[in-house]
């Protein structure tokens, strides 16, 4: 998996690659940058 972060409030581009499994990507990103719903 390859992110990058912009800075217009909080903007991500997350990139998944071939074979990655998307809840756990977008999961592991979330605790690793700090994202919490709310």
């Known amino acids: ?3 990058c ?3 217009i409030g909080r903007v991500f581009v997350i990139r998944l690659e071939h074979g ?3 809840p756990e990507c ?13």
């Not at 977008?26 to 709310?38: D, L």
Request: aromatic share 4%; hydrophobic share 35%.
């Open 26 to 38: 977008i999961e592991r990103f979330a605790e690793e940058h700090g994202v919490s719903v709310g």
């Open 20 to 22: 990655d499994v998307v």
């Open 5 to 7: 972060e912009g800075r």
């Open 1 to 3: 998996m390859k992110t």
